[in-house]
């Protein structure tokens, strides 16, 4: 079995400030992991995944984040939030077997202010 | 590329109605398709996973006779809402997963469809 945990439902930083959102992740198979943004009312977006080549993993809009094995963690960075960064952030498992559905975490909402 | 699209983007119907909602995958084949819902300020819960060609393999509490969902083809499933009532009132959320390719095993997803039952 597969879950996600996302700690803290609701992150609020200053722009400028760094970005952190954490997700721990539960597999019993080797996991891929994904990392989604939403803006409200649409569709998800991919922000980065992981597929158990380098740990670390860059994405779009300046996003990273890091599979730590040891830690069973995920946590998205970005060194300096935007305002265009506000919004919701899902953090995903899957196993690498093919058709495997996502399983998402509940979510954290990113405020940013001026 | 790998672009999904879902059509209608927002419904409204009456209860008692049926809606169906399409979910393409407009450059790709998808031979897999997931059907995901979402309650206001939740996180998305899978419905279904759909196969072409094949009966689709819903979760557990979804109810099958009022969640029907085709996949005809590889670039089309569909998911229709029975007898809607209000509590079906949901944001529902396809994603496709490309047969082959680059992206091979990646899901891509729709813009959503907001149904609204009165």
């Known amino acids: 079995a597969q879950s996600v945990t996302q700690l803290g439902s609701h992150v609020s930083v200053s722009e400028g400030a760094l970005v952190l959102l954490r997700c721990n992740y539960s597999?019993?198979?080797?996991?891929?992991l994904f990392w989604y943004v939403q803006y409200p009312n649409q569709g998800l977006q991919l922000l980065l995944k992981?597929?158990?080549?380098?740990?670390l993993v860059k994405g779009i809009n300046g996003f990273e984040a890091e599979f730590k094995k040891s830690e069973t963690s995920f946590h998205l960075t970005k060194p300096s939030a935007h305002m265009s960064d506000a919004a919701e952030y899902f953090c995903?498992?899957?196993?690498?077997?093919?058709?495997?559905?996502?399983?998402f975490g509940k979510g954290t909402t990113l405020s940013v202010s001026s | 590329g790998a672009v999904v699209s879902q059509h209608p983007s927002w419904v409204i119907c009456k209860s008692g109605t049926s809606v169906k909602i399409e979910c393409r995958s407009l450059?790709?084949?998808?031979?897999?398709m997931f059907w995901y819902r979402q309650f206001p300020k939740q996180s998305l819960m899978l419905m279904a996973t759909?196969?072409?060609?094949?009966?689709?393999?819903?979760e557990q509490g979804v109810e099958k006779d009022k969640f029907l969902i085709n996949h005809a083809s590889l670039t089309l499933s569909t998911l229709t809402v029975t007898s809607a009532h209000p509590e079906d009132s949901s944001f529902y959320i396809c994603?496709?997963?490309?047969?082959?390719?680059?992206?091979?095993?990646?899901?891509?997803f729709g813009p959503g469809t907001r149904l609204t039952v009165l």
């Open positions: 994603s496709a997963r490309q047969s082959s390719g680059s992206s091979y095993n990646e899901q891509f």
């Open positions: 992981y597929t158990s080549a380098a740990t």
């Open positions: 995903a498992v899957s196993g690498s077997q093919a058709g495997t559905a996502l399983i």
């Open positions: 759909s196969n072409e060609g094949s009966k689709a393999t819903y």
């Open positions: 450059d790709f084949q998808a031979t897999t």
């Open positions: 597999s019993s198979v080797p996991p891929y």
